[in-house]
Nanobody
Framework: VQLQASGGGLVQAGGSLSLSCSIS?????MAWFRQAPGKEREFVAA????????YYADSVKGRFTISRDRANNTLYLRMNSVKPEDTAVYYC???????????????????WGQGTLVTVSS
């Protein structure tokens, strides 16, 4: 399974940015994580293939939207009202099988993309 993330770049605080992640095969649970310099990788958002149930970190709830295109096996992250603290390398992750709620917010996904850098200027 291969994941290819894209869409990162430089954006001003308060602006918007969209990330995409192309996935080579059908996966059940998909997510975005991020890692800022000197910090651990943290959960951002997750989505399940069936029904599209979504889950968000409190820090991005109401500002970010995760979605997926089942036909094209593509995962998206729409980032609105970005803040300087959103600056990080963003990684997409996927798991072929269903992950329980207790696990899908942790980095226990089997497959990861290469990461795309998002820089928010103040």
């Amino acid at each position: 399974v291969q994941l290819q993330a894209s869409g990162g770049g430089l954006v001003q605080a308060g602006g918007s940015l969209s990330l995409s992640c192309s996935i080579s095969t059908v996966t059940y649970t998909m997510a975005w994580f991020r890692q800022a310099p000197g910090k651990e990788r943290e959960f951002v958002a997750a989505i399940r293939r069936d029904g599209g149930s979504t889950y968000y970190a409190d820090s991005v709830k109401g500002r970010f939207t995760i979605s997926r295109d089942r036909a094209n096996n593509t995962l998206y992250l729409r980032m609105n009202s970005v803040k300087p603290e959103d600056t990080a390398v963003y990684y997409c992750a996927a798991n072929v099988n269903r992950l329980p709620l207790s696990t899908l917010t942790t980095p226990r996904y089997a497959y990861w993309g290469q990461g795309t850098l998002v820089t928010v200027s103040s």
